[in-house]
């Protein structure tokens, strides 16, 4: 018998509105475990906890015992949506676990993960982190066959591509929907009794495998094995599908490796300071960014400030490399949890000073260095230097530790459309009046590349150069898309 949690409200006049571009946010986070032996859904709960900030908008948890499978998951939290009651009753020894932010599908019930599905009798459970660029194609196929859709997520049309699959068994079924979709994907899907971790063929959302008192581990970043005390075995490869069962782990290079192309924005922004990326601390990389960006860009200043947390790391390096002092600037309230925003002008503003106050002793009289990750539309920036130089700074110079944005995003990260980032119509010269700083530079794409310490080929850099990794029809009308979904997303509130 499945058992599933499923009488949550589903609300459909959930109308979260954000205002589009404010910050580049990922698409989701995903973890998974298999141990015998082990009630897995406390684990599973503290792994994407540590993914949190990877999506906030639903959390979820899929566990079986080997016979059932049992999910619980709805909008909000990962500690907000899961308490003693809900989690005791999900007992099992493997699971996957999931944290989303929609990139695709609204932020409803029906959306969160990980979804649930039936191949022949054998129930199975999807978790995934990433945007199909072929998504409308394979959901038009899908109906077709008579398959019926009840979210707009990428994932559930995975799950539909596995029920629908005419394979002997799932282990079958499930590589074969695979080798349908294309774009980014790290999936986790669940089975009575096996575990699933498959990474596309351009490695474009992380996947890290790992070990707890011998079991496994797989999780979207490194930091979820710290916080469960579990050790880094290795990344899950592009194009390779890893099974883990009764007999162990194994592991097929199921898709064809062209080219990789890792997101070059898990390491300057999504991916948690403290995570690793082939072998590389988080932190120390945008440190080096920093330290990159003051020998490009040098001015003459009293203090480095960032804007926490995401600008800390460069903004350190900065001022370790320019000798100039680093100072905390502003207070960041981190007890928000979701923001929703309204869109009226006056709330916006509340809305900036309520996660960032500056701090006017610090800021008073000075010549301020402010460093940032990126610019998309330019507006809180803005706001930023606005509050600076309210609170008496003398002069105020952004540095930014990225090339400036210049193309949408494909692969699941939720960017403005091309004509609505800043750079792509304004000069630097422009962008500096419309923020109205006394010196704005971003670091270069070479620099970025020196920073990284790895060729740039081995990345996806299509957001600065738009060398687009995987092209599709769909991709030709992303724009639309995008368009369409905001002006959706607008006419809710
Ligand atoms: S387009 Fe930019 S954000 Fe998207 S995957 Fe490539 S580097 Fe990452």
Known sequence: MVNMNIDKNTNSADVKVFIPGERIKDECGVFGIYAPEKKVADIIFYGLQALQH???????????????????????LVAQVFNEQNIVPLTGYTGIGHTRYSTRGKNVWQNSQPIYRMF???SFAVAHNGNLINISELRKKQA??????????????????????ACENIEEAIKDATSKLKGSYSLLILTKDKLFGIRDPHGFRPLVLGSLDGNYVIASETCALDIIDARFIREVDPGEIIVIDKDGLRSQMLLQVERTSMCVFELIYFARPDSYIH???????????GKQLAKESPVDADIVISVPDSGTPAAIGY???SKIPYAEGFIKNRYIGRTFIQPEQAVREISVRLKLNPLKEIIKDKRIIVVDDSIVRGNTSRKIVKMLYKSGAREVHMRISSPPLLFPCYYGIDMATKKEFIANHKTVEDIRRFLNVDSLRYLSIDGLE???????????????????????????DYDKFSLDKEEKISSNA
Do not use: W
Request: proline content about 1%.
């Open 54 to 76: 990877r999506g906030q908008e639903s959390a979820g948890i899929a566990v079986s015992d080997g016979d059932d499978i049992l999910v619980f998951k709805d909008l909000g």
């Open 120 to 122: 022949k009798n054998e």
């Open 144 to 165: 077709a066959k008579g398959i019926k859709f009840e979210t707009t997520t990428d994932t559930e049309v995975v799950a539909s591509l596995i029920e629908g699959s």
């Open 279 to 289: 072998d590389k601390n988080m932190f120390k990389v945008r440190h080096r960014m």
């Open 319 to 321: 001022s370790a490399a």
């Open 450 to 476: 020196r920073a990284i310490g790895e060729s740039r080929d081995k990345f996806c850099f299509a957001c600065f150069n738009g060398d687009y990794p995987v092209q599709s029809r769909e991709n030709l």
